[in-house]
């Protein structure tokens, strides 16, 4: 049965979209079906992040508004076969997501493949609600500093009130993605630890993205991390963190610790 993901956070430039690609790319290189879906209209990043920009004919609006079907819109990728892209207009605003538009486009790729992973666009208006509204997962992204740990407890509200399944009495799955993470600046006070994060949200840790140029040399290549280069640091924490909401138990680390944190973190669960 196909799992809705949305990739979520309050706060902008904390990596939604770079994670979306990466999460979908190690998801499909296990041999699923895969579509990511770029709910950012307006602006459209995921397209470039995947190195697809000047294959784009049709969009996620261009499908909403029945100018093209879905098959027409969506995109293979080129480097793993069963991984593809719906992408997002440039040219129209966020009015033109419509309710019953999204959920019939949730549906048709629903029918058709294993994961659909949405990404949200920053905040809490109308295309960041939409995104999240089908999903059965939420990957809320967040960077360890205050201000996006406490963006993050907004969205983290919102999925439990403005979704599908919150409307049906039903909790979403929610799984926190650390991003940016250094060690040495977190030693030094310069930002949260982990411990601090998870306390401060309380739901599950999903992985931990250690701070790299790796990861900026993909984008600008226009692959995702987990394909562009698979042994990087930041590649196998996303590949993990994949593994993750695959079902697998995946010992968890922080970046520069030896120390295993399986018993602590793994599976710890959302008060």
Partial sequence: MAKTIVVTSGK????????????GAALAQRGDKVAVVDFDVGLRNLDLVMGAERRVVFDLINVLQGDAKLTQALIRD?????????????TRDKDNLTAEGVERVMEELRADFDWIICDSPAGIERGATLAMRHADIAVVVTNPEVSSVRDS????????????????????????????????????????????VIEILSIPLLGIIPESMDVLRASNLGAPVTVCDTHTAPAIAYTNAARRLAGEEVPMTIPGEKRGLFGKFFGRRAA
């Fill in 12 to 23: 902008g430039g904390v990596g939604k979209t770079t994670s979306t690609a990466a999460l």
């Fill in 78 to 90: 080129k480097r793993v076969e069963t991984l593809f892209l719906l992408p997002a207009s440039q």
């Fill in 153 to 196: 407890d907004r969205i983290i509200g919102l999925l439990d009130a403005k979704t599908a399944k919150a409307e049906r009495g039903e909790r979403i799955e929610k799984h926190l993605l650390l991003t940016r993470y250094d060690p040495i600046r977190a030693e030094r006070g310069d930002m949260l630890k982990v411990d601090d």
